[in-house]
């Protein structure tokens, strides 16, 4: 932008007596949110109501409130003009397209309109639309149409008239105090006068510069003193009616929108007229002078002047009233209009703002950058001037003047404060200042000190957080690539273990197959009673076998994708009701009910049979083994009508939790994982079934609740064969309990003096397989679980306990922990045997007091001649405890020192008890037990375990050492001393104590 310019431009205008702006006194702002403001009229009724036309339809203000009525029978795209009302209360108004007519009924409150059957409709508007209404003051509503002219319409008789002969357009219609109608034409000014239908027309003569302008006038106006406004583009015609002269009057060019559409004169005479943006004000006497009204960029579309000389002018927008009763004279400049950036500055924003201060003096606000225009001219034209225009502070001198348009524009406007100044002179006279435009340019927030001095901060924060994001990023690429790596590598070491446990698989098969073989030839071949029970258990064991590998190698297949559906025709009703009765003695076993129920309907299906039988084997199995005793498993199998087969397995079992309910299907999961959960699993049996059903296109569902059972319905979509498998039928039957339990418990009918071996296992074959290899040498008992162990071992206190790890309710190591800490039991020696063959499981074992661990598979053999072994160096070594004789190294070695202390204690504690009720000749077993808190069998055992004696001998023992005692000490006869120990016959504590000492109690005597 340069700083300055000056332009000279030399207008040739006609005179006028005078020239100038008159700012009138703003009122009121008049707007009606989503109302459009551009019906071109403003009107006021008999009532005092005044009307405002616009798009959403006609507005009409009391002074306090507005309304809008709208005709229901309008398009909605159309909007209301040429509102006039008429002498009888009515408002007449039409549509933008002028194809209806229609009024407001003030006794209806609501707008009518003229039917489209009535003739002004049907043969005039609808052919050719209405472009101005006037009602005169007798009721007769006039009628400017295009080709037709003028119609006389009546709307009392719904008569009407067309009153041009020729064909013209009417674009206007005043009413003089004659009853003379003016009419704007395309061929003219017409005189209409409705009495003797007489025409006069006034015509543009070339030749004659008292004639009108041209012939197409836009519109026509009524002066105070009978004169004709006549509206052209950027002029204005008066026309006396008398003599026909014509006076031009030139207005400034506008470059849009310049049409002189509406007149108006005040109570003093004046006349105002619109042009485009701008309002002027014109009387003989002043001349030309532009109101100087609130900027506002839009289009002044209506203008009227009330009674009250208040001028109301309508834009697009709003409607703005002034009092024409306080004018003030401003300065003689004044923009036409601004754009910023291209626009017409309408409305104050927040980027933008164009106001008037206090003297009136304009001030537009703008943004740094922005492009500013401005269209400008003097006040009036006037005669042989020179005008020079200059922004202060501005360095840009491309500006455009002319009479046609007035615009200077200025690109990329700097921050500041600018006056835009407009002097003029007429001839060599001196400048004089006619008036100027303030320009405020704000810089925008961004460039104030403080915001660069915030960039810097915040530059140099992201320069910072960026340097630590590229390290994080750097770091994460580098745990990423490691992850990758990582991947990879777990990757090749899955397909390993996957390529592994395959091969791993198919070695178990082939002994296996070698196995089940041998045992099946053993079957056909045995006539042993005896090895029968045992060739069944090697078959049925490797069947499980054999099982569980399958299903890791289907597990496998999976994996690597290659397990594949293989349909063949079959029934699946049939083949589960075969899988079901298969389960039969496993549910005897547990003395469960199970049921199988299914609607038959004998018809052949396509199906992968194997994996059918793996899906049903392993929900029932899971079903029985997860039901305690006396439950029932209900088996329901139908054809659904979709070809789907679906199977309910229902089980009143424990149950699983709900928050480990949906984890039931993963691999490896085990809903209880401790030491002591009462059913074991491998956690594949669901899994694999999860799979196979979605591999066959089907879907598996569970529901448990916990305590109370467990449901699983699987669909499974089937083809239908041609062939029948049958005829259809239902299938139903149930398998109750009736298998008699095995007794596990060898006590009866066997030599008491047999060492007591207590078995604790929950597998019932491995147990009544230990029970069977043991009975024939020892007495034995068996316990199902750990706690039923411990109360088994402290009833019966046995010689050898030999004990599982992982068992429900209370693992191993809680049975050897509970067993050792108690004084009745502490002696008893403890194998272990598990499957858990870890050298830490070991250790772990024997830290808690176990004497022996075995791992599982174990040789019987092993077996017995570590129980064997044990059993021999225990009695060694609690007989040498319990005659207090010194113990040999080899002996120790076998006995943790607290456990032989503990021992010794015991003893103690015994003779100690005896000891204090020595002189009692009736203190027998029974007493020693209670004052022990011991019952006669445990008493019994420990003290047999203990010193290889009965209670009652272990009883005389002590006696006889304390007589050995007294008679050494020689204070006491014989008598005495039998009495003093408990025996009452001195003859039975001779014969006593020689069988003890092998020598007379007189030999002792001192």
């Not at 008398?242 to 049409?259: A, C, D, F, M, Y």
């Not at 661990?853 to 570590?866: H, N, T, V, W």
């Amino acid at each position: 932008m340069r700083c300055s310019y000056y332009l000279l431009v030399l207008l040739l205008l006609p005179a006028f007596t005078c020239w100038g702006q008159i700012m009138p006194k703003p009122l009121q702002v008049i707007s009606v949110k989503g109302h459009f403001f551009g019906g071109s009229d403003i009107t006021k009724d008999r009532s005092g109501h005044y009307w405002f036309a616009g798009r959403k339809g006609m507005c009409r203000y009391d002074g306090k409130q507005t309304q809008i009525f709208k005709d229901p029978l309008a398009d909605k795209e159309e909007f209301y003009t040429k509102a006039r009302a008429s002498s009888d209360g009515k408002v007449w108004f039409k549509t933008s397209l002028g194809f209806s007519l229609s009024y407001f009924d003030p006794k209806l409150q609501k707008i009518v309109r003229i039917a489209d059957s009535t003739l002004v409709i049907k043969k005039y508007l609808s052919k050719h639309g209405c472009n101005f209404l006037y009602p005169d003051q007798k009721g007769i509503l006039w009628i400017g149409l295009n080709e037709i002219g003028l119609l006389r319409f009546d709307p009392a008789l719904d008569n009407v008239a067309q009153v041009t002969p020729n064909k013209i357009n009417v674009n206007g219609i005043v009413e003089d105090a004659d009853h003379n109608l003016w009419l704007a034409t395309n061929q003219g000014v017409q005189k209409y006068m409705p009495s003797t239908g007489k025409f006069t027309v006034f015509l543009h003569d070339p030749l004659n510069g008292e004639s009108l302008s041209n012939n197409q006038p836009m519109s026509v106006g009524l002066r105070q003193n009978g004169d004709i406004l006549v509206g052209f583009s950027n002029q204005v015609n008066i026309l006396t009616p008398s003599t026909g002269k014509v006076k031009h009057i030139l207005l400034h060019s506008v470059p849009e929108n310049n049409r002189v559409v509406n007149f108006a004169t005040d109570r003093e005479g004046n006349d105002y007229f619109t042009h485009g943006y701008l309002v002027y004000r014109y009387n003989d006497r002043e001349g030309l002078l532009r109101m100087d009204l609130t900027p506002s960029g839009r289009f002044a579309f209506a203008m009227m002047i009330d009674s009250q000389n208040r001028l109301w002018v309508g834009n697009a927008k709003y409607v703005r009233v002034y009092d024409l009763n306080q004018t003030q004279r401003t300065q003689l400049f004044h923009p036409i209009f601004l754009t910023v950036n291209g626009s017409v500055i309408k409305d104050n924003t927040e980027n933008y703002s164009y106001v008037r201060d206090e003297k009136g003096i304009p001030i537009v606000t703008l943004q740094e950058g922005d492009n500013l225009t401005i269209y400008s001219a003097p006040a009036a034209p006037a005669k042989l001037y020179e005008y020079k225009q200059l922004l202060d502070g501005a360095s840009d001198n491309g500006l455009t003047f002319s009479t046609m348009a007035n615009r200077v524009t200025y690109n990329q406007m700097e921050a500041g404060t600018f006056k835009f100044t407009t002097t003029q002179r007429v001839s060599a006279n001196e400048w004089k200042e006619v008036g100027y435009l303030k320009i405020i340019v704000i810089k925008p927030f961004w460039k104030e000190w403080w915001a660069i001095l915030l960039y810097l901060v915040v530059g140099f924060l992201v320069l910072y957080l960026g340097f630590k994001e590229w390290q994080k990023r750097r770091k994460l690429r580098k745990e990423l690539r490691q992850r990758q790596q990582e991947t990879e590598v777990l990757k090749r070491v899955d397909e390993m273990k996957t390529h592994f446990f395959s091969n791993l698989t198919h070695e178990f098969r082939t002994p296996l197959t070698l196995i089940l073989n041998a045992a099946e030839q053993l079957e056909a071949t045995n006539t042993d009673a005896i090895a029968t029970p045992r060739i069944k258990s090697i078959q049925q064991n490797s069947h499980q076998l054999l099982r569980l590998i399958n299903e890791m190698l289907d597990l496998t297949k999976k994996d690597a994708g290659k397990l594949e559906v293989i349909e063949t025709i079959g029934n699946p009703i049939q083949q589960t009701a075969q899988i079901v009765g298969a389960f039969e003695s496993m549910a005897g076993k547990k003395k469960l009910s199970l049921t199988f129920s299914a609607d038959d309907p004998g018809l052949a299906y396509f199906y992968d049979h194997d994996k059918l039988e793996k899906i049903v084997y392993n929900l029932l199995s899971n079903a029985i083994k997860f039901t305690p005793e006396g439950g029932k498993v209900a088996v329901n199998a139908q054809i659904l009508s979709q070809q789907v087969f679906l199977l309910k397995v229902n089980d009143t079992g424990i149950g699983v939790a709900p928050e480990k309910l949906p984890h039931i299907f993963e691999r490896f999961y085990q809903a209880d994982a401790s030491f002591t959960r009462q059913y074991a699993g491998t956690g594949i049996g669901l899994a694999l079934v999860k799979e196979l059903v979605e591999m066959m296109g089907g879907t598996i569902k569970a529901e448990s609740i916990l305590a109370l059972g467990s449901s699983f319905v699987v669909e499974l979509p089937l083809n239908e064969a041609t062939a029948t498998q049958g005829k259809a039928a239902p299938v139903s039957f149930e398998f109750t309990p009736s298998v008699s339990p095995i007794n596990e418990t060898s006590e009866a009918g066997t030599p008491s003096d047999k060492p007591l071996i207590l078995i604790i296992e929950d597998n019932e074959e491995l147990r009544h397989f230990l029970v069977e290899s043991l009975q024939t040498t020892y007495q034995v008992k068996a316990a199902t679980n750990g706690k039923e162990g411990i109360d088994i071992a402290l009833a019966s206190l046995p010689d050898v306990l030999i004990t599982d790890v992982m068992m429900p309710l209370a693992d191993g190591y809680e049975v050897i922990q509970t067993l050792k800490n108690d004084e009745r039991t502490s002696h008893i020696p403890m194998i272990v045997l598990s499957a858990k063959s870890s050298f830490d499981s070991k250790l772990k074992g024997l830290s808690f007091g176990a004497d022996e661990y075995m791992s599982k598979p174990f040789s019987l053999s092993e077996l017995l001649i570590r129980v064997k072994n044990t059993i021999a160096i225990r009695q060694k070594l609690l007989l040498k405890i319990g005659t207090s004789a010194p113990l040999t190294p080899e002996l120790t070695a076998s006995l943790p020192p607290i456990l032989i202390e503990k021992e010794q204690l015991f003893l103690q504690k015994i003779r100690n008890i005896i000891l204090q009720n020595l002189a009692e000749e009736s203190f027998e077993i029974e007493t020693l037990a209670q004052k022990a808190n011991l019952s006669r069998s445990q008493l019994y055992r420990k003290i047999q375990a203990l010193t290889q004696q009965t209670p009652s001998q272990f009883i005389h023992q002590v006696r006889l050492e304390r007589a050995n005692e007294l008679l050494k000490e020689g204070n006491l006869n014989v008598t005495q001393v039998a009495y003093e120990v408990g025996y009452s016959s001195q003859s039975y504590f001779s014969k006593m104590y020689q069988e003890y000492y092998g020598y007379s109690p007189k030999k002792d005597k001192v």
